[in-house]
C-alpha cells in the first residue's frame, strides 16, 4: 500500500511558477507508475502529467506541455510537478496519484492511490 502526500501548493501571478512536491510511504513506490491530476470546481478531475517507474517515460496533457514538468526521485519516495508560466486556468486542486495496473495513464480510474490534494490558485 502507498500513502501519498501532497504540498507546494498555493498562491501565484499569472506568468509565476510553482513547484509540487508528492511524498511517498511504502517500499515498493519505485514499481509505481506516478501521476498528477487536478480539479478544478465543478469541473471533472483531469490528467496533468505522469511519469513511469523508471523515469524514463513521461506524459503530459496537451494543455501544460511545455509548461509542467514531471520527475521523480525513486531514492527518496517523491515525485514533483514544476508548473511554470502559470496560468488562471490552471487554478484546481492537484492531486498525486500512484498505480502499478497496465492501461493508460491518462484515466484516473486505473489509479489505485490518491493524496489529499493541495491548492493551487492563479491570479489574473
Known amino acids: 500500500q502507498v500513502q501519498l502526500v501532497e504540498s507546494g501548493g498555493g498562491l501565484v501571478q499569472a506568468g509565476g511558477s510553482l513547484r509540487l512536491s508528492c511524498a511517498a510511504s511504502?517500499?515498493?513506490?519505485?514499481?509505481?507508475?506516478m501521476g498528477w491530476f487536478r480539479q478544478a470546481p465543478g469541473k471533472e478531475r483531469e490528467f496533468v502529467a505522469a511519469?513511469?517507474?523508471?523515469?524514463?517515460?513521461?506524459d503530459y496533457a496537451a494543455s501544460v506541455t511545455g509548461r509542467f514538468t514531471i520527475s521523480r526521485d525513486n531514492a527518496k519516495n517523491t515525485v514533483s510537478l514544476q508548473m511554470n508560466s502559470l496560468k488562471p486556468e490552471d487554478t484546481a486542486i492537484y492531486y498525486c496519484?500512484?498505480?502499478?495496473?497496465?492501461?493508460?495513464?491518462?484515466?484516473?480510474?486505473?489509479?489505485?492511490?490518491w493524496g489529499q490534494g493541495t491548492q493551487v490558485t492563479v491570479s489574473s
Open positions: 511519469i513511469n517507474w523508471l523515469g524514463g517515460r513521461t
Open positions: 511504502g517500499r515498493t513506490f519505485s514499481s509505481y507508475t
Open positions: 496519484a500512484a498505480k502499478r495496473s497496465l492501461g493508460s495513464t491518462t484515466t484516473p480510474g486505473t489509479y489505485a492511490y
